[in-house]
């Protein structure tokens, strides 16, 4: 490949090797340059830089007729290359690895004219990609021309990688975000976003690529051109990046291009690098741009930039290489990304299973558990302890105390009772003293009754017992005194003061 860019730069070193360098000499030569690299598809304005880099190094300079040649071709070289320097470099692999160190997807956006191989190349970087074991899925965002779909989903079989899809016209801005939430929920490392096929000269298809650019902000947006189409992919290239300010090309159909103009051509019109060559129809026909390689099979001897020639495009190694991880990342890769729904059923997946969950757990768990145990055990021990322990040693102590003085009357019940039948009754029945009016007309009734049934020892309606310990605690009272009847009976109805 490149064989005519290659002849175009010999005939301009071999052209200056014969004569003395004047600037009309100069001129002349370069005029048969212009014409060599026109052929080979080299853009004029490209053209004109390197024949003014040219002019700078050799008019008025002296120069040995036999190195003449060789300092053409190294200026020529030392131009080139300082092109592609200028453009930099994407290191696609190490700004995946970056990307997913912070957990995040690296997003690549393709864009280009029909027919240009775009969804090819897309399923080729699907494929390198996995080869350096990076999940990948495929937004298929073209939903514009019949049939991208169906064909983007037969790479994404192919490769066992899972492609997003919506319907024909639907928005290719809501599709690359539902590959992006994708890629997210699944921990995909990288989004290949295939692009509608346009025209650079449709503003309405330019203004959809710079909206997708905008809803998902690629990391790297690539420009894919056809070597073979020449100038016409400078023009695109040109166009594409007023739009969209792509990042860097890939240039197809490599293996058939002769010329080699438009690589030059892309770099320096959009200061953006060429990333990769197509070198075939095969997933594995992707090369790394290699500017060295490039610039060797332009300028090298003859030998070697066949020998680049062959490398490049017929690989050796490769064969090798190839079937090996092919099989294994395979099917570990397949079973991740197929069974699992687009990124709308995830999300709603995760909601009611986390608060239906924590709810109902605690509430009915801790209500039943608490009241129950509180309010048995407290109220039972502390109401029988507290008020028959109270009442009992409360109750006899003060009430007769206030009874004494208030129910003082003037009648006396016992009146005609004599003394003796009121002791000798006390004795008998045991009877404690009355604490009140009541119990003292009581008293004396039963009395007055006892005496008229002949003063029997025993009685029927025996008046009930009173607790010992006040009888106990009167008679002490009545030991402490000397007048025995006197206090006996002062003891019996304490509450008459006469
Ligand atoms: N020889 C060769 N053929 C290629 C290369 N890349 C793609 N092709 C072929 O070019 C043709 C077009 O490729 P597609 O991938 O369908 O092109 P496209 O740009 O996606 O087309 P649209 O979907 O219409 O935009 C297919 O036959 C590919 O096999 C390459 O690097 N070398």
């Not at 300079?61 to 320097?85: G, H, P, W």
């Not at 027919?115 to 080729?124: D, F, H, L, P, V």
């Not at 929920?185 to 025209?199: E, F, P, V, Y």
């Not at 959809?208 to 909206?211: D, T």
């Given at each position: 490949m490149f064989e005519k860019l290659r002849n175009a730069f010999s005939i301009a070193a071999k052209s200056f090797g014969e004569k003395e360098l004047k600037e009309k000499d100069v001129e002349e030569v370069l005029f048969e340059l212009e014409i060599a690299l026109l052929e080979s598809d080299v853009a004029t304005e490209v053209i004109d830089s390197l024949k003014d880099d040219l002019k700078k190094?050799?008019?008025?300079?002296?120069?040995?007729?036999?190195?003449?040649?060789?300092?053409?071709?190294?200026?020529?070289?030392?131009?080139?290359?300082?092109?592609?320097?200028?453009?930099?470099?994407v290191d696609i692999l190490s700004n995946i690895q970056k990307k997913k160190e912070k957990g995040e997807p690296y997003i690549i956006s393709f864009m280009g004219i029909n027919?240009?191989?775009?969804?090819?190349?897309?399923?080729?970087v699907a494929n390198f990609l996995k080869e350096n074991k990076y999940s990948v899925v495929i937004a298929a965002a073209d939903t514009y021309r019949a049939g991208a779909i169906e064909q983007i989903s037969e790479h994404g079989k192919r490769l066992n990688v899972?492609?997003?899809?919506?319907?024909?016209?639907?928005?290719?801005?809501?599709?690359?975000?539902?590959?992006?939430?994708?890629?997210?929920?699944?921990?995909?490392?990288?989004?290949?976003?295939?692009?509608?096929?346009?025209?650079?000269?449709s503003k309405n298809l330019m203004d959809?690529?710079?909206?997708i650019n905008k809803v998902v902000n690629p990391d790297l947006k690539l420009f894919v051109g056809d070597s073979l189409a020449g100038n016409d992919t400078v023009s695109q290239a040109r166009e594409f990046h007023n739009y969209t300010k792509f990042d860097g090309a890939i240039l197809t159909k490599s293996d058939a291009d002769a010329r080699g103009g438009a690589a030059i051509s892309i770099v320096k019109v959009t200061s953006s690098p060429i990333l990769y060559l197509g070198v075939g129809q095969e997933y594995k026909d992707l090369k790394s741009?290699?500017?060295?390689?490039?610039l060797e099979s332009l300028f090298g001897p003859e030998q070697v930039a066949e020998e680049i020639t062959k490398k490049v495009a017929e690989p050796k190694p490769e064969p090798k290489v190839e079937p090996k991880p092919e099989p294994k990342p395979e099917p570990k890769v397949e079973p991740k990304p197929e069974?699992?729904?687009?990124?709308?059923p995830v999300e709603p997946?995760?909601?009611?299973?986390?608060?239906?969950?924590?709810?109902p757990k605690v509430e009915p768990k801790v209500e039943p558990k608490v009241e129950p145990k509180v309010?048995?055990?407290?109220?039972?021990?502390?109401?029988?302890?507290v008020e028959p322990k109270v009442e009992p040693k409360v109750e006899p102590k003060v009430e007769p105390k206030p009874e004494i003085h208030q129910e003082i009357s003037d009648e006396d019940p016992f009146a005609g009772i004599s003394t003796k039948d009121i002791e000798k009754y006390s004795d008998i029945f045991d009877v404690p003293p009355p604490e009140n009016d009541n119990q003292a007309r009581k008293l004396a009734s039963d009395i007055r009754k006892w005496i008229s049934e002949g003063r029997p020892k025993t009685k029927k309606d025996d008046p009930k017992p009173e607790p010992k310990v006040e009888l106990k605690t009167e008679e002490k009272e009545i030991e402490e005194t000397k007048d025995e009847k006197t206090i006996k009976k002062r003891s019996l109805f304490g509450w008459r003061k006469k």
């Open positions: 190094q050799l008019v008025g300079s002296t120069v040995n007729k036999d190195k003449i040649a060789e300092v053409v071709k190294q200026e020529l070289r030392k131009s080139i290359s300082n092109m592609f320097d200028g453009a930099g470099k027919g240009t191989g775009k969804t090819t190349t897309i399923a080729k899972k492609v997003i899809a919506q319907n024909y016209g639907s928005d290719p801005a809501a599709v690359s975000r539902d590959a992006v939430l994708y890629a997210k929920s699944h921990k995909i490392d990288c989004i290949l976003i295939d692009t509608a096929g346009r025209m650079q000269t959809q690529i710079s909206k741009f290699d500017k060295d390689v490039f069974p699992k729904p687009e990124p709308k997946k995760v909601e009611p299973k986390v608060e239906p969950k924590v709810e309010e048995p055990k407290v109220e039972p021990k502390v109401e029988p302890k």
